[in-house]
C-alpha cells in the first residue's frame, strides 16, 4: 500500500484547493506566520499566546461550526455540512456522532443551523453588491497563498476567501465575517477588537508579492449578521486604519522574526507594570489624585 505523503509548501507561489486543516496546520517547513498569527502577536495578546496557541491549537467553541457552514454555503466551497437531526446533542450517542464528524473534518449542525446558513446565503445573493463581490461564475473561493517578506525574511501565508477572476477592472479581494451586528457605526469597534484591519495588512502584501494582483487591489469586508433578517454590510476600510493596520502587520512581522530567531516569547511585559484605577474610581477621589 503506497504511503500518501503529506502535503507540503517548498515554494512561494498561488495554491488552490489546498484543505481547510492542512493549511492551517502550517504545510510550510519551519512554519510560517498567518493572519491569525500575526493578529496573536499583538497587543491586546502578546507572544507567549501566539507560542501556545501555536502548539496547543484553540478550543472548538460550538460558533466555529456555523461560522464554517456559513462559509461553505456563501462560498460554495469548503468542509462537508452534516445535519444531526436530534431533539437534544448531550446524549452520549449524539456527542459521540458529533465528535466522529468533526474528526472527519465535517461540520455537525442541528436543523435550525442548517436552515440559518441557506438562509444566510440567500440573503447575500439577494445585496445588490455583496452577491457581485461573491458570483461563484467570477472567481474562486478558498485560494492559499504562501510567500516569503521580503524585508524580515520570514515565510507567510493566508487563505483568501475570494478571489475574482483576473480582467475584470479593479482587483477586489473579498473576506466574508458572520457577526452580531453588522450596522456601519457598531463595525469600528468589531474591525479593531477582531484586528481586521491588519488582517488587511497582512493579506494584500501576499497577494501582491504571489502575483496574483497589482498595487491597486483592495481587500473588502462582507459583514453578514447571524440572526433574521441576516443583514449584509460591505465594508472598505478608511485610509487611516488601512495605514494603521499595514503598520501593526508589519510590527509582528518584525516581532515573529525576533521571536523564532532567540527561541524566546515574552508575555505582556517584562518590567514592573505601574497600574492606576479605572478613571471612574479616581473621579470620585479628585482631592486625593
Not at 458529533?98 to 474528526?103: C, K
Not at 461540520?107 to 458570483?135: F, T, Y
Request: aromatic residues 8%; glycine residues 8%.
Amino acid at each position: 500500500m503506497t504511503e500518501v505523503q503529506p502535503f507540503v509548501v517548498e515554494r512561494p507561489g498561488i495554491y488552490p484547493g489546498v484543505p481547510d486543516d492542512v493549511y492551517h496546520a502550517d504545510p510550510v517547513p519551519g512554519g510560517s506566520l498567518s493572519s491569525t498569527g500575526a493578529r496573536k502577536l499583538l497587543p491586546p495578546s502578546c507572544p507567549a499566546l501566539f507560542k501556545h496557541w501555536l502548539d496547543n491549537g484553540q478550543e472548538h467553541k460550538p460558533e466555529f461550526d456555523l461560522g464554517k457552514a456559513a462559509h461553505l454555503r456563501v462560498l460554495g466551497t469548503g468542509p462537508e455540512l452534516v445535519l444531526v437531526d436530534r431533539d437534544r446533542w448531550d446524549t452520549k450517542e449524539v456527542k459521540a456522532q458529533v465528535a466522529a464528524i468533526r474528526e472527519a473534518g465535517g461540520v455537525p449542525l442541528k436543523r435550525a443551523d442548517m436552515e440559518k446558513v441557506d438562509a444566510m446565503a440567500a440573503a447575500i445573493r439577494e445585496h445588490p453588491l455583496a452577491r457581485q463581490l461573491l458570483d461563484p461564475d467570477r472567481g474562486q473561493a478558498e485560494v492559499s497563498l504562501f510567500w516569503q517578506d521580503t524585508e524580515t525574511r520570514i515565510r507567510c501565508r493566508v487563505r483568501l476567501d475570494w478571489v475574482p477572476d483576473p480582467g475584470r477592472g479593479r482587483p477586489l479581494l473579498v473576506d466574508y465575517k458572520t457577526c452580531d451586528s453588522a450596522a456601519p457605526d457598531k463595525l469600528d469597534k468589531a474591525i479593531n477588537e477582531w484586528g481586521y484591519h491588519v488582517q488587511r495588512g497582512h493579506y494584500l502584501p501576499g497577494a501582491r508579492a504571489t502575483g496574483l494582483v497589482g498595487d491597486d487591489a483592495e481587500l473588502m469586508f462582507v459583514f453578514q449578521e447571524k440572526k433574521p433578517p441576516y443583514l449584509v454590510t460591505v465594508v472598505e476600510l478608511h485610509p487611516v486604519a488601512k495605514r494603521i493596520g499595514e503598520h501593526l502587520a508589519r510590527e509582528a512581522r518584525h516581532l515573529y522574526r525576533e521571536c523564532t530567531t532567540s527561541g524566546r516569547w515574552p508575555g505582556y511585559t517584562d518590567d514592573v507594570a505601574l497600574i492606576s484605577l479605572p478613571g471612574y474610581v479616581e473621579n470620585r477621589y479628585q482631592e486625593l489624585v
